[in-house]
């Protein structure tokens, strides 16, 4: 079992890989371009070769190329110390036309065109552009080196990059006390209060293991999740991060920064990072609040997060509809053709066939006629504002639920177990009860860890019509931003969870049913 | 009545010229005298019977009648119609009492006016046919090539190995994407969210037909028929195919409807047609849900759009359950 399991986990991952592949050619080589630039107010504003520049800027930045001017070039070298600062200062201006160079440049410039033509990048030079003896706007020459990522270079640096597990290695430049320490007693709350933490230097995150007053109370920083960086939607913030950090008010409370100062502040010390050279380039505040790099940190604040929101929804939706949908179906299959059975099928029609945009608009106007809260509102939160959400994502799944439960029931009525057991002399209900649910429940069963797992995805139109700051809309927002990093980040979090349900459905239908068994025995 | 009725002599024939022999004929013995029994006589036959079902046909010919019929006949221009009022202030956003009124007593205000003035009850007309042309082009394409995919992935075990995997990985990629980027690529006309909405749409028609082959390919009667060398094309067209037309109806009756919401919920997300279908109309009048007075120009598309659902649907479904030859007795 644990053997067949693994396998159907392994190819899983293996369709995940190709369906993100699939997404990052959809994304990077079908779109347009240029569609970016369509609500850009700077790029309109750019002229000459300051436009061509730029448009490499924003592409390199959105991830659709590798961009690389020619002073990158020579700053390399320099760092790498192929050449001295003095040969940097002499080679690093180039003239106006390719024909303009003289000497060490038209050396250099060779070279970096050589380079990178080997690498398969593409060289562009673009003359200057002049009014006179002067520059026109955006009009110095430029030289550079582009090209389209490779698909499957793009596809080994994401796949190989998702699981990132912080060492003591991380910081490339000289650091003191390079290591791991351990103490009873963290700073971040005075140094007194009784609070194991693992902190690193030299490691990207300083704080790798702490507590604190926030469930699960103990956390970590030591794996950390990188599904793609954002540029539009949440820019350069990693997806996983946008959908897991909390939103909402400022939440302070009484923190120590390592510095020693005490103050009211919503900032989590825990979350520190390390930004080279942000201490000494960083303002007043930094200046006076941290002793050391690790200064970039996350607010702490008091909403839950996006997919906080979203489960909650959802998963309470999820438990409400198997509890009505299940006692419900199981009348409508026993009072086949009598009233209730009737009813229930009308109201299953009404969900199947009316769009579903309609129902839930339908469902906000007599919710909000009856007095119930119809926007979310995070600055005053109450329970009454989850109701209508959850109702409206309940119903059509109890009207599916029930719909199946109905139909396997009355398939089973027929059954050869079934007219066993009446001559045999139970009672319906026993029959209803102990043989025909049992049966008719196992398909259902397949289906609670997907709808469990999908309450985390949340839900597109129930989200925007009752203004959740819920997932569900994430998607559709990253693709009118042309967010790419988001999109595919989005969709490696679906398929691995459609792929996990559906093999969890498939262990709990075999624990449920023991006559199904995924592995072939050997007779 | 001794009387003889025919007198045999007077023909002057011999018992050789007046009789014949006639051998018995194996063939015709092995005819069954049942009465004549025709599927599609007998479906209709059951469908009529519930009167239910011609009310909601009629109901039904009436949508037709309305949504394309009834543009044609007022000759309604989609660049010209709906911009008649613009320039009138005083005729947007009326409701339908006070549309009546001040633009006179037409069947075309009956509905009031939207915020650009135009006629709700034209444009939700002209809307749900687009919508209905959308779905029931869309279905077309998917259900058959579902079906004859799902019939072939059903048969052949090679291709099912191939086709589970393709399907894994395709039902993966989200709809939503793959319809926006094609959008993009291509434009929002009616024709890209046709393709949008076919190119990979077949697919879970495919996989239900699959499963659905698979039951019926192993059973007694097709184990018998292949034993005595019937080809498998034969046996797909002539012993599964029957089986299957209840369950091929029930597809297309839910297929249907799904598109017209489908198509609602693009255009709410901002991915829909550049057309004013009934998704369109919905999604631009939104906010006159709950502005008292311009009710109209929100729910009269909601309501025209499930109206149209719902009828398809229950037609579809009905019909289903007569085709079922289990009902036929």
Known sequence: ?523 | MDEKLIDLGEFGLTDDELFARVDNDSLESERITAPRYSYWHSVFRVFFKNKLNIVILSLLAVIILFSYVYPLIIGYNAEVDPYINVMNPAAKNLSPMLALQKLGFELKWILGTSNSGASTFDSVWYGSGISISLALICAAINVTVGILVGALWGFSRKIDMIMTEVYNIIANVPYILLISVLVLVFSPSFWTMVFALTVTGWLAIAYFIRTQVIIIRDREYNLASRCLGTPIWRIAIKNILPFMTSIIVTLIATEIPSYISYEVFLSYIGMGLKDMSLGKLIETSQNAMITPGWEFQFWSPVAIASIIAVVLYVVGQNLGDASDPRTHM
């Open chain 1, 1 to 523: 079992m644990t053997k067949y399991l693994l396998g159907r986990l392994l190819k899983g991952l293996l369709s995940i890989i190709v369906v993100v592949a699939i997404v990052m050619v959809m994304v990077y080589s079908l779109l347009d371009r240029t569609l970016i630039f369509a609500s850009d107010g700077t790029y309109s504003k750019q002229t000459s070769n300051a436009k061509e520049v730029y448009k490499m800027q924003k592409w390199e930045e959105y991830g659709y190329i590798d961009y690389i001017p020619y002073t990158d070039y020579l700053k390399t070298l320099l760092s790498e110390g192929n050449i001295d600062q003095a040969t940097y200062d002499s080679v690093a201006k180039f003239g106006d036309k390719a024909s303009d160079d003289t000497g060490a440049v038209k050396e250099y410039v060779q070279k970096f065109t050589e380079h990178y033509e080997s690498l398969g990048y593409k060289v562009e030079r673009l003359a200057a552009v002049k009014q006179g003896n002067r520059y026109r706007d955006g009009g110095q020459p430029r030289l550079f080196a582009y090209r389209d990522i490779p698909i499957l270079t793009r596809l080994w640096d994401y796949v190989s990059g998702i699981i990132k597990i912080d060492n003591i290695h991380y910081v490339k430049e000289d650091i003191e006390n390079r290591g791991l320490s351990f103490t009873l007693h963290d700073p971040a709350y005075g140094g007194e209060k009784f609070s194991p933490a693992i902190m690193g230097t030299g490691t990207e995150y300083k704080y790798l293991l702490y507590f604190d007053s926030n469930f699960p109370f103990i956390h970590q920083n030591l794996i950390t999740v990188r599904m793609g960086t954002s540029y539009s939607v949440n820019r350069g913030i990693d997806v996983f991060d946008t959908m897991t950090n909390s939103q909402g008010e400022f939440k302070k409370s009484l923190i120590t920064y390592p510095s020693g100062v005490k103050a009211e502040s919503a900032d989590n010390i825990h979350t520190a990072r390390y930004v080279s050279g942000s201490l000494a380039n960083g303002d007043l505040v930094t200046k006076t609040n941290f002793v050391d790099d690790y200064t970039r940190i996350t607010v702490q604040k008091s909403g839950m997060s996006k997919i906080g929101y979203s489960f909650v929804i959802g998963i309470i939706s999820v438990i409400l509809s198997y509890l009505l949908a299940i006692p419900l179906g199981m009348l409508m299959a026993k009072q086949k053709d009598k009233l209730i059975d009737k009813l229930g099928t009308i109201y299953i029609v009404f969900i199947i066939a009316v769009p579903s945009l309609a129902y839930i608009f339908l469902f906000k106007a007599i919710g909000g006629s009856a007095g119930l809260p119809t926007t979310f509102d995070m600055q005053n939160p109450t329970w009454l504002m989850y109701i209508l959400p959850i109702i409206s994502l309940a119903l059509p799944s109890i009207a599916s639920l029930m719909k199946w439960l109905r139909r396997y029931m009355i398939d089973q009525q027929n059954a050869d177990y079934v007219k066993f057991a009446r001559s045999g002399g139970l009672t319906e209900g026993e029959i209803f009860k102990n043989h025909i649910l049992k049966n008719a429940i196992i398909p259902i069963v397949h289906g609670i860890p997907g709808s469990v797992l999908s309450a985390l995805v949340g839900a597109i139109i129930t989200e925007r019509v009752y203004v959740v700051p819920g997932a569900g809309n994430l998607l559709t927002t990253a693709i009118n931003q042309y967010d790419n990093g988001v999109i595919v980040g989005l969709t490696l979090f679906y398929s691995l969870l459609s792929v996990v349900s559906i093999i969890l459905g498939d262990i709990l239908m075999s624990l449920v049913d023991p006559r199904i068994s995924f592995t072939t025995k050997r007779r």
